[in-house]
């Protein structure tokens, strides 16, 4: 690790870590919460075990505002996989109020209780498996996950290490692994720390990755191509394939975009060119200064509220994202994109922005030469129409303002807002 690398990750650290104080309360809550639940589970007789995993059990928790704990019951193989989170709620409902707790839908129901304002626990069901082959959800798995990187873990330093790079993913926008995200999950971070060695040699490998490297920790197969052959096609979209050491037919970067990695190895790339502490801070979008750009460069700055009814969270995150790559994509038909961002508050409400120029003329695609309604039509919505190896085009002025352009496109859209689960867009600027 170069000097200057190492002295900014011992000062980054401490920023990153969360106080043995704060470690304290949060294990005296967890503690006081698993004796509630396991005399539940006992008096209900219910063959199940408790387990604490995620980075609360392997110690490699970030720093950050509110914190979480995923503790995991796991049910014995003679319960249905459909069981597991019924019977879970009712544990829960006597062991805490049923305000206390919400219902969080998915592949199978968990749940999220508060216990203070800045530390909540993931409740997750879980299926005893002797198999990974037998798991019936990818929860399933998180017993042998924090067993595998237990044994991995075997210093302070890789510990450390991993704080500092999920703290570096997380400032980089590129941490989770939820649909709206599309990044590198705190699992496969740990993992691949663990193959690389340390931090910078994980920026480095990254860097250095080729499309569709396969990283394969444990050698579980010979060659590449196996790989190829033995993954579902649907695990095998993410620009780099880590197999899970716990489960050779499951990708631990499935979740992993292009548009995310490019991002991740652009901030890996600037922060090795230029070592400083800012990487390991809040990057906010400074949207005076793209403002004040816009106007320097003649453009129009559109910054947009949408909400979800949809589940905050993944669910809702994904819905809203999706809308905003349609619109940014249905948008740059008449306007040059010059700029774009895109903000989600984990709740059921995200804002974006686009720094737009008007293209002064739009091309329409009309219909072949053999369509002879679809001409009529087309010519009769169009003033000038020309036809080009054998299918018509028009050619329109455009000179329309934001404002007055989304308010057209709001009306013609109404039932694709809807149809997008969309509650509400409104144009703030």
């Known amino acids: 690790m170069t000097k200057n690398i190492d002295l900014i990750l011992k000062e980054v650290l401490p920023k990153v870590s969360p106080t043995k104080e704060e470690y304290k309360l949060m294990n005296n809550l967890l503690k006081e919460f698993l004796k509630k639940l396991n005399a539940q589970i006992k008096k209900q007789n219910i063959s199940a075990q408790v387990f604490v995993g995620g980075s609360f059990a392997k110690n490699t928790l970030v720093k950050k505002d509110k914190y979480d704990a995923d503790v995991f019951v796991r049910f014995d193989k003679k319960y249905k996989g459909e069981e597991l989170s019924s019977k879970l709620k009712k544990v829960l409902d006597k062991a805490i109020k049923e305000d206390e707790y919400l219902v969080i839908h998915g592949s199978r129901d968990y749940f999220k209780i508060s216990l203070t304002d800045f530390f909540y626990i993931e409740l997750v069901p879980v299926r005893k498996v002797s198999s990974p082959k037998e798991s019936e959800n990818i929860t399933d798995l998180s017993y042998s996950h924090v067993k595998y990187l237990s044994k991995k873990i075997k210093s302070e330093k890789t510990l450390n290490e991993i704080k500092i790079a999920k703290a570096f993913a997380h400032f980089a926008k590129c941490y989770g692994a939820e649909s709206y995200i599309s990044g590198f999950s705190g699992y496969s971070i740990e993992l691949l720390v663990v193959y690389y060695g340390s931090f910078e040699k994980f920026l480095n490998g990254i ?16 060659k590449k191509q196996d790989v190829l052959l033995d993954l579902n096609s649907s695990k095998l979209s993410s620009p780099i394939i880590l197999i899970d ?23 890996s790339r600037e922060f090795l060119k230029n070592p400083s502490i800012k990487y390991f801070e809040e990057q906010n979008i400074d949207l005076e200064q793209i403002k004040e750009k816009a106007k320097i460069e003649k453009n129009e700055i559109a910054i947009f509220e949408i909400s979800t009814k949809k589940q905050e969270g993944d669910v809702a995150g994904s819905k809203l994202l999706k809308f905003y790559n349609n619109f940014s994509s249905e948008i740059s038909r008449f306007y040059n994109v010059k700029e774009k961002g895109f903000t989600y508050n984990g709740k059921q409400k995200a ?35 020309e036809m080009r190896d054998g299918k018509l085009f028009a050619k329109e002025k455009f000179n329309l303002k934001i404002k007055d352009f989304f308010n057209i496109w709001k009306k013609k859209n109404s039932r694709k807002i809807k149809e997008m689960y969309l509650e509400s867009i409104e144009l703030k600027q």
């Open 245 to 267: 050491p716990t489960y050779k037919q499951r990708n631990a970067l499935a979740a992993l975009s292009n548009e995310t990695l490019n991002k991740f190895k652009k901030y």
């Open 351 to 385: 804002r974006f922005f686009l720094v737009l120029k008007n293209k002064e003329e739009i091309i329409f695609n009309g219909p072949s030469k053999e369509e002879k309604e679809g001409i009529l039509k087309f010519k009769k919505a169009h003033k000038k129409v």
């Open 207 to 222: 860097l250095k990755a080729k499309e569709k490297e396969v990283i394969d920790i444990e050698k579980l197969y010979k």
